[in-house]
């Protein structure tokens, strides 16, 4: 199993610019969410997903959509790329039902740098 | 509102020491305390959990003290490494609450030093 792979791994946007970051997961998870972390901040949830076709808010949602079509991808759109963008950003999933695991498993990250 | 603090925001400690890192928590219906460890460039990965039946919980040098009653857990680490020098995260998960996504203290930088 290859578990949670981000693409990119880095990126650089100019303010105004859209983009998605791509997600993906090969562990038949239901559970899937987008963390941002900036230093001092921890980790703060951006948006999550319960299962294919249901998504909701988490913590700092404001400049990004998602969607989850399928199980295994989770993508998340920046729809005007702001400086206050300008972060690490985690995908993580867990599985749920009788294959519930209590752990997130986290992809490796996308560097994101908003000029 | 931060439901879970976590505390220090950084430590230094020399090899051999035992760091610990608290963490408190405000609601009473989480009911699984992870610790993630997160290395520089990498994301997260699960190092050690607990559940409030037991009061601790070893996994080699890992050490989690539960408090129930004072809505507290802490990592401690026995002779610790440079190896050990990363990025710790404490978490509580509600699983009632039908997401379980958990809650993640902001963090503590722990460097060894050799």
């Known amino acids: 199993n290859a578990g949670v792979t981000q693409t990119p791994k880095f990126q650089v946007l100019k303010t105004g610019q859209s983009m998605t970051l791509q997600c993906a997961q090969d562990m038949n998870h239901e559970y899937m969410s987008w963390y941002r972390q900036d230093p001092g901040m921890g980790l703060r949830l951006i948006h999550y997903?319960?299962?294919?076709?249901?998504?909701d808010q988490g913590e700092v949602p404001n400049g990004y959509n998602v969607s989850r079509s399928t199980t295994e991808d989770f993508p998340l759109r920046l729809l005007s790329a702001a400086p206050s963008q300008t972060s690490v950003y985690f995908c993580?999933?867990?599985?749920?039902?009788?294959?519930?695991?209590?752990?997130?498993?986290f992809g490796p990250g996308t560097r994101l740098t908003v000029l | 509102q931060q439901q879970v603090k976590q505390s220090p925001q950084s430590l230094i400690v020399q090899k051999g020491g035992i760091p610990i890192i608290n963490c408190a928590y405000e609601n009473t219906a989480f009911d699984y305390f992870p610790w993630y460890q997160q290395f520089p460039g990498k994301g997260p990965a699960l190092l050690i959990a607990i559940r409030p039946d037991v009061s601790e919980k070893k996994e080699g040098r890992f050490t989690i003290s539960f408090n129930k009653s004072a809505k507290q857990f802490s990592l401690h680490i026995m002779d610790s490494q440079p190896g050990d020098s990363a990025t710790y995260f404490c978490a509580a998960t509600e699983s009632s609450g039908g997401s379980y996504i958990p809650t993640f203290g902001r963090g503590t930088s722990l460097i060894v030093h050799p």
């Open positions: 997903s319960v299962g294919a076709g249901i998504t």
């Open positions: 993580a999933s867990s599985g749920a039902g009788w294959k519930r695991t209590d752990t997130q498993y």
